[in-house]
């Protein structure tokens, strides 16, 4: 396993090997994708290491590619191949090295860095710190996508309650108490009375305050 930051150039794989040493080995490598992308985390690198008589240890360079967007430590591999290996055999459990590449940039944007330093708290700019949040999530199709879901849900919820709402003073003025509805205005006691009267209106209702119940859970965890 090995550790770099993203402001290195390259992290260095020491390829060790053990045993007799007296002919000459090959072997091949190749980076392989993780969490960490190449062309986007690190660039892509595959070669042959050449192992001369009594060498027994070679090194793989991997360049660092670094970016401004802030990311979670991401992670990628480096693996021997078994084509085209020569002198030598590879071990089961030892072909394959994690890099994690720790990133350095400061969260949400870098143009943060300045403002949140030490030095700094007191000149803290409160919209400034969420438009640069704003910018970050909008990089992110999925963060954005989740985050749009999540607001239209969330008004989606508001309006359930004012159903609820609603349908809880129905049920209370014009069937609990009826004589309630005269202290309405005029307008609104005849608005009250036609939807009561309505089976097709109060049912709407009803279903609009009742089936949110087992939608909203759902659409939750989507």
């Not at 944007?109 to 700019?125: R, Y």
């Not at 400034?128 to 989606?156: A, P, S």
């Not at 014009?174 to 004589?179: K, T």
């Amino acid at each position: 396993i090995y550790f770099c930051d993203e402001s290195n150039s390259s992290v260095v794989l020491s390829v060790l090997r053990t045993g007799d040493t007296s002919g000459m080995a090959e072997v091949c490598f190749s980076t392989k994708d993780g969490t960490a992308k190449a062309g986007a985390n690190f660039e892509f690198v595959s070669g042959k290491l050449n192992f001369e008589v009594g060498q027994f240890v070679q090194e793989i360079v991997i360049p660092i590619i670094q970016n401004e967007q802030w990311d979670q430590v991401r992670s990628f591999s480096v693996e021997l191949l078994d084509g085209g290996l020569t002198g030598a055999s590879l071990g089961p459990d030892l072909r394959t090295a994690m890099v994690f590449e720790i990133d350095d940039t400061v969260y949400p944007t870098e143009q943060c860095k300045e403002l949140l330093s030490e030095e700094h708290t007191s000149d803290w700019n409160e919209g400034k710190l969420i438009w640069e949040y704003m910018k970050f999530i909008w990089k992110d199709g999925t963060l954005w996508n989740r985050t749009i879901k999540h607001l239209l849900l969330d008004q989606l919820k508001n309006v359930n309650r004012l159903l609820q709402l609603f349908l809880s003073v129905i049920l209370v003025d014009l069937v609990l108490e009826p004589d309630h509805v005269s202290d309405y205005p005029a307008t609104s006691a005849a608005f009250m009375r036609s939807l009561a009267y309505s089976k097709a209106a109060l049912l709407a209702i009803v279903a609009l305050t009742i089936l949110p119940i087992a939608i909203f859970p759902v659409l939750d965890i989507l």
